[in-house]
């Protein structure tokens, strides 16, 4: 089972709820593997603190011209969607930081005048925590080829029964890539006003993609009840509440973990996997033609 952890913003308790929870099932014996997919700014190792045993480039395609087939015709730049090639005065000019390896321009050339060349754009690591299966992703300074980094930390899912995912904050392409293929979206937020309006983008999102979800309302006991409102009338389940304590926070800041430094916390993880799985296997049960989750 897949489960990803997603916000519409960042700094919403992302990280906390994957590493706390991956770990918290690792703990009980099960098989668990936690992927760090937040690439830009990782940070999961710093909490579960893995032994890395292996590491690898990613590499992404990008275009090169064979000046002396090309006719400057300008197809390729009216394929590309992302600006990474264009054709001024008969001249190709490629700007590889900006190619996202799609192939499409070589695929439409009509003089077969660019070949395909590799750019290393990130690395991914794999290592344990104890029993915990570990990869996180690291896109290289300055790169935008984000969703190839998060492809390559997904194709190192092993043979784990519980796969947690801890995606990038936002609701843009790196995100999609990394709750596309999940079983269950748990949607974190906070009960303010920014906390709803990302909230409703982000269910906008899992919805549009057809995941059952649910949310998880970080520092429950702030704010407002508009998160909660907004809830309440679409049908959609709040699945766990994480109260505003200042031991949560004096452990992040020490790169600890909730479950090791506030005893009374150690079952709320425990709660919160019981909560989704039983609604995974309800939800494979009933096998409606939608998989939203209300
Ligand atoms: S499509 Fe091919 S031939 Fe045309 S400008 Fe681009 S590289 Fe040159
Ligand atoms: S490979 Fe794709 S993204 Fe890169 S330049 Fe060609 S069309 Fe654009």
Not at 65 to 71: L, P
Not at 142 to 159: C, D, F, H, N
Not at 255 to 268: Q, R, S
């Amino acid at each position: 089972m897949i489960i990803a952890i997603a916000s519409g913003k960042g700094g919403t308790g992302k990280t906390t709820i994957s590493t706390n929870l991956a770990l918290t099932l690792a703990r009980q014996g099960r098989s668990v593997q936690l992927l760090d997919c937040d690439v830009e700014e990782p940070n999961c190792h710093i909490f579960v603190r893995p032994e890395i045993h292996s590491s690898r480039k990613v590499d992404v395609r990008f275009p090169r011209v064979i000046e002396e087939r090309c006719t400057g015709c300008g197809v390729c730049a009216s394929v590309c969607e992302y600006s990474a090639i264009i054709v001024v005065k008969g001249k190709v000019l490629i700007f590889p930081e900006l190619c996202h390896g799609c192939g499409g321009c070589s695929l439409f050339c009509p003089e077969k005048a660019l070949e395909e060349a590799g750019r290393s754009v990130g690395i991914v690591e794999q290592g344990v925590a104890g029993t915990l299966g570990f990869v996180h992703g690291l896109l290289d300074i300055g790169e935008l080829a984000t969703p190839a980094v998060i492809r390559e930390v997904k194709r190192s899912v092993g043979e784990s029964d519980i796969v947690i995912v801890d995606s990038p904050p936002g609701t843009s392409c790196p995100v999609i890539e990394s709750v596309k293929d999940a079983d269950f979206v748990l949607l974190v937020t906070e009960p303010t006003p920014f906390g709803l309006n990302d909230l409703k983008i982000a269910v906008e999102m899992v919805r549009a993609l057809g995941i059952p979800f649910s949310v998880a309302v970080n520092r429950c006991d702030i704010g407002d009840e508009a998160v909660r409102g907004y809830c309440r009338d679409e049908g959609i389940a709040i699945v766990l509440n994480i109260p505003d304590d200042r031991r949560i926070a004096e452990a992040y800041s020490r790169g600890e973990m909730i479950i090791d430094a506030v005893e009374e916390y150690k079952g709320l993880f425990e709660e919160l996997w019981q909560t989704i799985s039983n609604r995974h296997c309800r939800d494979q049960e009933q096998e409606t033609p939608s998989r939203e989750m209300v």
